[in-house]
């Protein structure tokens, strides 16, 4: 029966989301730090049978800090937002069409 | 890859060390892919200027291995046997490349043609049929 509850526990997926700094680069007066969001999804562990893991890496800002003063510019994802847009405008279209549909037919029956 | 061999009792192949196992390797592997490293690259001079690449990059896969003996007895040899197997993959895009002056720094997002012309053509056949069923849905309501 341990030898159970160790599997299972073994197997428990475990999720690691944050945020790390890199090294400052230093270009004239401008020091810039550039910021990374890591997601990491990991099932098992280290010498257990067996490991499944995923690892996802994203810039998310630069830390721009000149005379003292520092500024967050944020580092957009052009591509994934054009990608989320065209997907959400071919569901939303999707069930648009379904609902006028199925509206249509409600109402043909209602007048039969 | 899947191992049989024959050594003498209390002597586990080099493979079955702690520390050695595939899974903790693969789990080494996963702690190497984590970091600010694998998303901004090597800042590049440009006279005043300094470029850096910056891209999105995921890793995953996963690996698994048994062994199993023909059991134990004092002074004989025991079979050993291992086998395992194991898969994975990675892929990086590249986001934008941060300009950095001396007067400012911009960041300038790269768009991938590419893979965006791939999600058009798969999401174009989805939003024709939905934007006919939409049409013949509003003539019928008329």
């Known amino acids: 029966m341990s030898e159970l509850v160790r599997s299972i526990r073994a197997v428990r997926p475990r999720l690691h989301i944050g945020l790390a700094r890199g090294e400052p680069i230093v270009v004239g007066e401008r020091e810039i730090v550039p910021v990374a969001r890591s997601v990491v999804l990991t099932l098992g562990r280290p010498g257990g049978p067996f490991a499944i893991g995923f690892v996802w890496n994203r810039p998310v800002a630069v830390l721009d800090t000149w005379r003292g003063q520092t500024r967050r510019i944020p580092i957009p994802d052009v591509t994934r937002r054009i990608m989320l847009a065209l997907a959400a405008s071919a569901l939303l279209l999707t069930l648009a069409a379904r609902h006028l549909r199925r509206r249509a037919k409600s109402k043909r029956r209602a007048e039969r | ?142």
């Open chain 2, 1 to 142: 890859m899947s191992e049989e061999m024959q050594r003498p009792e209390g002597q586990p192949p080099e493979e079955m060390t702690p520390g050695a196992d595939p899974v903790t390797l693969f789990f080494d592997a996963m702690t190497s892919a984590i970091g600010v490293n694998t998303v901004f690259g090597e800042p590049v001079k440009a006279g005043e200027r300094v470029l850096i690449p910056v891209a999105e990059t995921s890793m995953g896969g996963g690996v698994g291995y048994g062994r199993g003996t023909d059991g134990e007895g004092e002074g004989r040899a025991v079979r050993v046997g291992i086998g395992g197997g194991g898969g994975g993959g990675a892929t990086t895009r590249a986001v934008a490349v941060i300009v950095a002056e001396p007067g400012g720094v911009t960041v300038r997002p790269i768009v991938d043609v590419g893979k965006l012309a791939l999600a058009g053509l798969a999401n174009a056949v989805g939003l024709w049929k939905g934007a006919m069923t939409f049409a013949k849905a509003m003539r019928k309501r008329r």
